[in-house]
């Protein structure tokens, strides 16, 4: 199926909304896809560093490196925190959408899956744990409706919000690649595009959401490494 790129929506430059990039056949197929890798890498759920409380949001990831939180602190690394083993590939659907959308000359190394039930969020904060900041940030969601809010790259700079629906694309780039960003919660929106195949497919579980993101974390070898 032929990528779709041409109508993103700047809501502020640099972060760029593409609404239904995914179409329901995609959105299954990606569905099916983290599926899968959810089963060969369980969810868990991260703690914060230094306190150790434990995020309302479960985590897996896949490529070779992951983002994982816990007492000791944030970081990457390439084996899931529970069970020892190295992560799955980056699910195709979303390697084609970050080769289709990430204008970037080198493949993602991490793609952090985050799962949220109908009370989980995630307070403002900024990326910045990869080396690599050139590169873009691509985010994928499937399931339930999140409300995203968006700041800018000071901690108190005024902020707006978006719905992120399922099947959506959102990029993060240039001068949006360090802005605040979080999301408030899941809306009890009209039926998810995924709703009942979503249901019928058992991922995302009924009322929750997914999302992706696919990160660059260390600088591509100057000859690029695609
Ligand atoms: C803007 N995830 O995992 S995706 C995260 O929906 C994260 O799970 C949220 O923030 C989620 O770090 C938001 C949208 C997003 C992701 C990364 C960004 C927006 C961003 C990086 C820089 C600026
Ligand atoms: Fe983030």
């Avoid at 760029?16 to 089963?39: F, S, T």
């Avoid at 009370?119 to 995203?148: C, I, K, N, W, Y």
């Avoid at 058992?202 to 997914?210: L, M």
Wanted: glycine share 12%; hydrophobic share 40%.
């Amino acid at each position: 199926m032929p990528p779709r790129a041409p109508g993103g929506i700047a809501l502020v430059p640099g972060l760029i909304h593409y609404p239904a990039y995914l179409d329901r056949a995609a959105q299954e197929r990606l569905a099916r896809e983290v599926a899968a890798l959810v089963a060969a890498s369980p969810l868990y759920t991260p703690r914060m560093p230094r306190t150790g409380k434990p995020f309302s949001v479960r985590m897996s990831n896949g490529g070779s490196l992951g983002w994982v939180s816990d007492a000791g602190g944030y970081r990457y690394q390439p084996h899931h925190p529970e069970t020892g083993a190295p992560w799955p590939p980056i699910p195709a659907t979303a390697l084609a959408a970050w080769e289709a959308l990430g204008a970037y000359p080198a493949p993602p190394e991490a793609c952090l899956v985050n799962l949220y039930d109908a009370t989980a969020r995630m307070g403002l904060h900024q990326d910045r744990d990869e080396a690599d900041l050139a590169a873009p940030v691509l985010s994928l969601s499937l399931g339930a409706t999140a409300l995203f809010r968006y700041g800018g790259l000071r901690r108190g700079d005024p902020t707006l919000s978006v719905r992120l629906r399922s099947g959506d694309a959102l990029v993060m780039g240039g001068p949006a690649r360090l802005i605040h960003h979080g999301i408030d919660r899941l809306l009890p929106d009209a039926p998810d595009l995924l709703g009942d195949a979503g249901g019928a497919l058992g991922f995302p579980p009924p009322g929750t959401r997914c999302n992706l993101t696919l990160r660059r974390v260390n600088p591509p070898a100057t000859t690029g490494d695609a």
